[in-house]
């Protein structure tokens, strides 16, 4: 959708916009982490760049209007838009009913058609790399299905830097985020401490998750608008591109090596 927004108003909104993290804020957060959690929807792509959220959203509604009982959505859920909002409308009054149950599938289905054309976060694939390659252990926590997830890994070559630490939505739709369950079994998993582990996220409930877990958070803000939405959800460390991240890790890699050289000395000449 094209901007109206003028000149006068977008010099208004860059004068307005938070700065992002120090670069030395970001290198302590990554320092302690031996674990990095994702959310995926946001940090890692876009799922539903080429297969819009709204319209899913729409054919979840319209299904659920066929096989649902009356009024079982009110209006602000209808036009919300969003598939998870309907999704935990139905969980909540109907949790665990065969009919919560068949809106999840048909919301992974829809889900892993999104995955075929997601669109990549900037510098989204290089950090999960460049993670793996230092050492660090990475897993995801999402809302997402997780064979939606492991589709759109396969298609970026991504697998082998999660292995099988994955952790997605199951039939029990009441520990969706904001519950810290996802990020739970992946601590859990990796037998990794909470103080030992960052989570970069996007939404308000990754905020929430993550501070019910006990885990340091970085937000990914791709806009000023959710960058707002993070920030009035407590958190404290937004970014607005993961190449500030990227920057902390490669030159935390750099100074790695280095000490290494510094211990080990010049090598002698035979």
């Known amino acids: 959708m094209a901007s109206e927004t003028t000149q006068t108003e977008q010099a208004a909104v860059e004068t307005e916009k938070e700065p992002d993290p120090d670069t030395e804020t970001l290198r302590e957060l990554t320092i302690r982490a031996r674990v990095v959690l994702w959310d995926f929807d946001g940090p890692i792509c876009?799922?539903?760049?080429?297969?819009?959220?709204?319209?899913?959203?729409?054919?979840?509604?319209?299904?659920?209007?066929?096989?649902?009982?009356?009024?079982?959505?009110?209006?602000?859920?209808?036009?919300?838009?969003?598939?998870?909002?309907?999704?935990?409308?139905?969980?909540?009054?109907?949790?665990?009913?065969?009919?919560?149950?068949?809106?999840e599938e048909r919301l992974t289905r829809e889900e892993?058609?999104?995955?075929?054309?997601?669109?990549?976060?900037?510098?989204?694939?290089?950090l999960i790399q460049t993670w793996t390659a230092a050492g660090v252990r990475l897993a995801i926590a999402t809302n997402n299905s997780a064979r939606?997830?492991?589709?759109?890994?396969?298609?970026?070559?991504?697998?082998q830097?999660?292995?099988?630490?994955?952790?997605?939505?199951t039939q029990d739709l009441h520990l969706l985020k904001p519950d810290p369950d996802t990020l739970e079994r992946a601590l859990e998993a990796l037998r990794t401490p909470a103080s030992a582990a960052l989570f970069i996220g996007d939404t308000p409930s990754d905020v929430q998750a993550a501070r019910e877990a006990g885990v340091a958070f970085v937000?990914?803000?791709?806009?000023e608008r959710?960058?707002?939405?993070?920030?009035?959800?407590?958190?404290?460390?937004?970014?607005?591109?993961?190449?500030?991240?990227?920057?902390?890790?490669?030159g935390r890699a750099l100074e790695d090596a280095e000490r290494v050289v510094s211990c080990t000395g010049p090598r002698r000449p035979e």
């Open 226 to 250: 959710k960058a707002k939405l993070l920030r009035e959800a407590g958190a404290e460390h937004v970014v607005s591109s993961l190449s500030l991240l990227l920057e902390v890790v490669r």
């Open 112 to 126: 892993l058609r999104a995955a075929e054309s997601a669109m990549p976060t900037g510098y989204a694939d290089i």
């Open 46 to 103: 876009r799922l539903f760049a080429g297969h819009a959220a709204e319209d899913v959203a729409v054919e979840l509604t319209d299904w659920l209007e066929g096989h649902g009982p009356s009024g079982l959505l009110t209006r602000a859920e209808r036009e919300s838009l969003d598939p998870h909002v309907v999704l935990r409308a139905v969980d909540r009054r109907l949790p665990g009913s065969e009919l919560a149950v068949e809106l």
């Open 161 to 169: 830097c999660f292995g099988r630490h994955v952790y997605g939505r």
């Open 148 to 159: 939606a997830v492991l589709t759109y890994l396969a298609s970026r070559e991504l697998v």
């Open 219 to 223: 937000g990914y803000a791709r806009n």
